[in-house]
T-cell receptor, first 116, second 113 residues
């Protein structure tokens, strides 16, 4: 079974600054997908970024980027130029490659507070 | 598309009552998931369907929980009888064939008193 660990329960950052969220996972699979989901106070789960394990290049989506270290089983999220709207819970998630149904295993989440 | 639609958004019920949560996936999506979110256990998968067929229900806590997907556009999660420990936010999500992205509904906050 896969496990996903987020060691930082809460982080705060000043507006326009950078914050990095950590995530580690454990799996015996060689091919898989990793995700960061955002859950703002509205409760909606929103996909922020995804990474395919067989791709060495780190994924980037605008102000969001990841540092994927496959050997270390580490998948951190960097939020650059933080904005007030980035305040939310952030969940790291794992998916087996080509698993039927694309089920996700989530970490415990990190609460990010962006301060003006 | 309106996205994944869940109803109700909030439900308060008394212990012992039957509760039914509803989900309409995005049109064309063939996978549907029910997740539960609690402070203690975080987000956990309860059950998922592929082409309306339940594939994995190992996350369903006990026999009080049941889920159905009678057609491609509708699914229900039923709890009978409900207990206070069932209080949680229940999410439905769906995904398109071959795509890894799961689209989530806004969740149903269930409170059992």
């Amino acid at each position: 079974a896969q496990t996903v660990t987020q060691s930082q329960p809460e982080m705060s950052v000043q507006e326009a600054e950078t914050v990095t969220l950590s995530c580690t996972y454990d799996t015996s699979e060689s091919n898989y997908y990793l995700f960061w989901y955002k859950q703002p106070p509205s409760r909606q789960m929103i996909l922020v970024i995804r990474q395919e394990a067989y791709k060495q290049q780190n994924a980037t989506e605008n102000r969001f980027s990841v540092n994927f270290q496959k050997a270390a089983k580490s998948f951190s999220l960097k939020i650059s130029d933080s904005q007030l709207g980035d305040t939310a819970m952030y969940f790291c998630a794992f998916m087996k490659h080509r698993a039927a149904g694309n089920k996700l295993t989530f970490g415990g989440g990190t609460r990010v507070l962006v301060k003006p | 598309d309106a996205g994944v639609i869940q109803s109700p958004r909030h439900e308060v019920t008394e212990m012992g009552q039957e509760v039914t949560l509803r989900c309409k996936p995005i049109s064309g999506h063939n996978s549907l998931f029910w997740y539960r979110q609690t402070m203690m256990r975080g987000l956990e998968l309860l059950i998922y369907f592929n082409n309306n067929v339940p594939i994995d229900d190992s996350g369903m806590p006990e026999d009080r929980f049941s889920a159905k997907m009678p057609n491609a556009s509708f699914s229900t999660l039923k709890i009978q009888p409900s207990e206070p420990r069932d209080s949680a936010v229940y999410f439905c999500a769906s995904s398109f064939p071959g795509d890894t992205e799961a689209f989530f509904g806004q969740g149903t906050r269930l409170t059992v008193v």
